[in-house]
């Protein structure tokens, strides 16, 4: 899918943000402030990476995994929830962390040689005020078992900024959060040529959306 059109990239990022609803107009009708309303963290990243991990069985695993640091400049204290969902051009959903054995995580600390690295599922808690109490994390998930050239993944937890919207089609209040979003195109992820701690891992497209 590699030489796609500026037009046609845009669409497959704005496929993905609509991904969770049945109805992709929900996000017609709220956007996030252009300046934030609420509390807001600090939330810088690395760039998507895999690592081959041995399952009980010594069958070799792929997962896909992203360093993250939250720092709180808020102002005030927060309690933090890391949720990461990645969705693809497929329509793919899955969220990071839900499934993954504890052994994978202990794999990502050694390769990354991080020892401020928490357990994602230590991440979540209060964050005091400032660089001293910045939280190192990652999320991680399965490399999918079908050829996925584009993911995003959202973010959420990041904000305080929320909206509660009336369902379109059945006029229920659906509340939204303010997520990142990032959009990344990986070419050849399943094809048997390319390892995949040698693909290539381009952002496309980085916003915030209300989800």
Sequence with gaps: MA????????ILALACSAITFSNSRLLAYAEPALAPT??????????????AVRDIDQRVQWYWYMP??????SGQEQFFVPDFTI??????????GRG??????TAVK???????????????GRILLGEDHAR?????????????????????????ESVIIKHPLTGKDVP?????????????????????QQQAVRLLGKTWVMR
Excluded: C
Aim: no cysteine; aromatic share 10%.
């Design 100 to 105: 993954i054995p504890p052994h994978v995580f």
């Design 38 to 51: 609420s509390w807001q963290l600090d939330f810088t990243y690395r760039v998507p990476r895999t690592i």
């Design 136 to 160: 190192e994390s990652v999320a991680i998930w399965p490399v999918f078992q079908h050829d996925v050239d584009y993911q995003t993944i959202f973010v959420a937890g990041l904000s305080g």
């Design 176 to 196: 939204l959060r303010k997520s990142l979003m990032l959009t990344y195109h990986i070419p050849g992820s399943r094809s048997p040529l390319v390892n995949p």
């Design 68 to 73: 993250y640091k939250i720092v709180n400049n």
């Design 87 to 96: 969705a693809t051009h497929h329509g793919d959903i899955i969220t990071a």
């Design 3 to 10: 030489g796609k059109p500026a037009s046609t990239l845009l």
């Design 110 to 124: 050694q390769e990354l040689d991080n020892r401020l690295l928490k357990n994602p599922l230590q991440a979540s």
